[in-house]
């Protein structure tokens, strides 16, 4: 039995040290988790254990000589037996004999008064039986006495057995739960999405990385990514087109298009579409974190334009403990596994599963242009880069090389990361571009330096010196831009909600300006231009200001978003193709310009009044001209060419504003004039009249 016993104990001690080479020193690290749960209902178990069997091995021995053993109903049993015997020397004695037997049977008489009362009877014969109740008495005393420290050593000894009893029964469903979550079972058994992200669900909040990865934490909640789902242009534009066709097509594909790309995750958990998501057991910040660590980290399919905007990407979200990156030699850590695939050795392509946006409207298995929907071909464009020679990635703007550091700066060596990691190159993690929050741009725009710096660096911007004449009442001259600096189209992405311009003025001697074109008053005004202004019926004219009339010689790039699109056919009938062979989008009489990227609408370009030039996107390299004959009233003398972009049109806005219910928040009109003009370029010329 003791062999047992203390096997059983040896058992429990090697168990307890296995159980802390499995969880390393991350069983030190305070946080909560099934895991730290179980090993410290283990430890305590086994302390428990050892205690107890300590206890039954220094106990008894110093307990004996006091009680000899530990039946307290044998203790019990003698006192009622010296009590019988006391009962029965005292049966027919004397009242006085009885009195000194009560007395002796309460307490430990003095010697000197039991004397004196022994003396005080008269019979010799209950003199010397007093002697004897004396004796019973004392002994009496002795059992009972034996029984308070029985009592008292006994719950000494079973008082680590109600501790270790219940911590046993305990374990056994603690351990289902630690195997079941650290297996993530039910994430893996359940869609995506199925167990609760406080839970089991097999994907980590992004606010979990921060106490490792730090400095890219912080570059990442401050980034468009992590504005996705809260970004206010987001969510009116969204809902707005939910309520009015979105809600009405099949889910997912294509009812939650939108939301798929903004936050595959969190649109796989609540299968809703409406903003912002909210879920009964889920905490509704982490829902709505957008494009978050895991959506990147823990993404292992392929490389797919387009498929982000569908349910295939975040089917392709792996639940578990494995963390996906570029490293190949990560050092352990006690949060996640760490591994590399495919699609992580050249991450740039993962971008293309949201940064090309369209929708197979024939459901023929291809996307044509005219005939699909396509919103945005960033990735497309960026293809023809590469293929023209180009050798940036989206990282190498978007993600630029920091500096070398560890990956998880913030790791405790050895608590939270095995040991010190190499120096790796890291990437930012604000994922720059043109966008910014509008409704925070105002108080806090940490990255408005880079995004100026990003646009700066774009393009280059000339007047042609072959060119310049100031003749009478009219300036003519010709400039011409050339993209030289980004792996795309200028401008890119939703190029219907983009706006780069030309902004052409003319100034007299003194300062004064004596014509322009493209020049707005403030950064909320609008552009006169002639496709939108001149369309006066139409719901985007109704939300034009600054503008009498259209300005004949404008160039702006921005491309136009119409509620419906036919492939354009030439004169014979036949459809029309570019120098690609792409079928060429059109506006059909009757469609109007909308602020809603509708299914069955599209992206057609707009057309300059002054020389009827198609404004279509500048590719990589190439340059585009543009003839100007400007009317001036005076004398002028200087010409300033300046390139300007705006991330979107303010009329746009306010479109998408009239169409919010009082009740909604966040409200997008009074965000309009938090808008930035930025200028990419500029150049200027003394003229000279003849």
């Known amino acids: 039995m003791m062999m047992w016993l203390w096997l059983h104990v040896a058992l429990g001690l090697i168990a307890l040290v296995a159980a802390v080479l499995h969880a390393g020193w991350s069983v030190l690290v305070p946080r909560f988790s099934s895991g730290t749960v179980l090993f410290a209902i283990f430890f305590l178990l086994v302390g428990s254990g050892v205690v107890w069997r300590i206890a039954y091995r220094v106990i008894p021995p110093r ?246 905007g569908f349910s295939k990407y975040r089917d392709d979200l792996q639940p578990g403990p494995v963390m996906y990156g570029s490293l190949g030699d990560p050092v352990g850590n006690s949060f996640h596994q760490s591994a590399t695939n495919a699609i992580h050795k050249a991450p740039q392509q993962m971008c293309r599963n949201c940064h090309n946006v369209h929708y197979d409207r024939n459901n ?158 403030n950064n909320d005004a609008d552009l006169c231009d002639a496709s939108t202004i001149d369309d006066a019926g139409s719901v985007m004219a109704r939300h034009i200001k600054g503008c009498d009339a259209s300005d004949p010689q404008l160039v702006s790039f921005q491309a136009k978003l119409v509620e419906r699109t036919e492939p354009l056919r030439d004169k014979n009938g036949a459809l029309a193709r570019n120098d690609k062979g792409e079928l060429i989008t059109s506006q059909p009489e009757g469609a109007e310009e909308t602020f809603l990227q509708r299914l069955d609408g599209g992206v057609v370009l707009r057309e300059r009044p002054f020389d009827k030039q198609k404004m279509g996107t500048i590719a990589p390299n190439d340059t585009r001209s543009f003839s100007y004959r400007l009317p001036v009233r005076g004398r002028p003398a200087t010409l300033t060419v300046r390139l300007m972009f705006r991330n979107l049109p303010a009329y746009f806005l306010r479109a998408l504003a009239a169409g919010q219910q009082k009740d909604e928040d966040p409200q997008l009109g009074p965000l309009v004039p938090n808008l930035q003009l930025v200028e990419m370029a500029s150049v200027k010329q003394q003229l000279f009249a003849r």
Request: charged content about 20%; proline content about 6%; aromatic content about 6%.
């Open 63 to 308: 307990a004996a000589p006091k009680i000899g053993n530990y039946s307290a109903a044998g203790s019990v049993g003698r006192a009622e037996l010296q009590l019988g015997e006391v009962e029965k020397l005292s049966a027919g004695r004397s009242p006085e004999f009885r009195r000194i037997k009560d007395w002796v049977l309460g307490a430990e008489p003095p010697p000197e008064a039991f004397a004196q009362a022994v003396a005080s009877l008269p019979d010799p014969a209950e003199r010397a039986a007093i002697g004897e109740v004396l004796a019973l008495a004392q002994s009496r005393r002795r059992a009972l006495s034996r029984w308070v420290l029985q009592g008292k050593y006994t719950r000494a000894l079973s008082r680590w057995r109600s501790l270790h009893v219940p911590l046993t029964l305990l374990l056994v469903p603690a351990l289902v739960v630690h195997v079941v979550g650290a297996t993530y079972l039910p994430a893996k058994v359940l869609p995506v999405g199925s167990a609760p992200t406080d839970g089991l669900s097999g994907f980590a909040k992004a606010q979990e990385c921060k106490s490792c990865h730090a400095t890219a934490y912080q570059q990442w909640a401050t980034s468009m990514h992590a504005h996705a789902l809260t970004s206010p242009v987001t969510i009116v534009q969204n809902n707005q087109l939910v309520r009015l066709e979105l809600g009405k097509k099949a889910s997912p594909d294509p009812q939650q298009i939108c939301v798929n790309c903004h936050a595959p995750l969190a649109a796989a958990v609540t299968g809703d579409a409406t903003l912002p998501f909210s879920a009964v057991g889920y905490d509704d910040d982490a829902l709505n974190e957008g494009v978050t660590c895991v959506v990147c980290h823990q993404f292992t399919g392929g490389s797919e334009p387009g498929s982000a």
């Open 364 to 521: 023929d298995g291809r996307i044509e242009k005219a005939t699909d929907l396509v919103l945005q071909s960033t990735d497309e464009e960026h293809q023809e880069y590469v293929a023209e020679g180009g050798r940036g990635t989206c990282l190498t703007c978007h993600m630029p090389l920091r500096q070398k550091a560890r990956a998880a700066e913030e790791a405790i060596i050895p608590l939270e990361q095995d040991r010190e990691a190499p120096a790796r190159v890291v990437h930012d993690h604000s994922f720059v571009g043109v966008d910014y929050p509008l409704d925070e741009v105002k108080k806090r725009d940490p990255h408005r330096a880079d995004r100026e710096k990003l646009l700066r660096g774009a393009a280059k911007l000339e007047i042609d010196p072959s060119g310049v004449a100031a003749v009478g009442g009219t300036v003519s001259f010709k400039v011409n831009i050339t993209n030289v600096g980004a792996g795309h189209n200028l401008p890119t992405g939703f190029a219907f909600a983009r706006q780069m311009w030309l902004e052409v003025v003319v100034t007299d001697p003194g300062g004064v300006v004596v014509g322009s074109s493209g020049k707005l008053a």
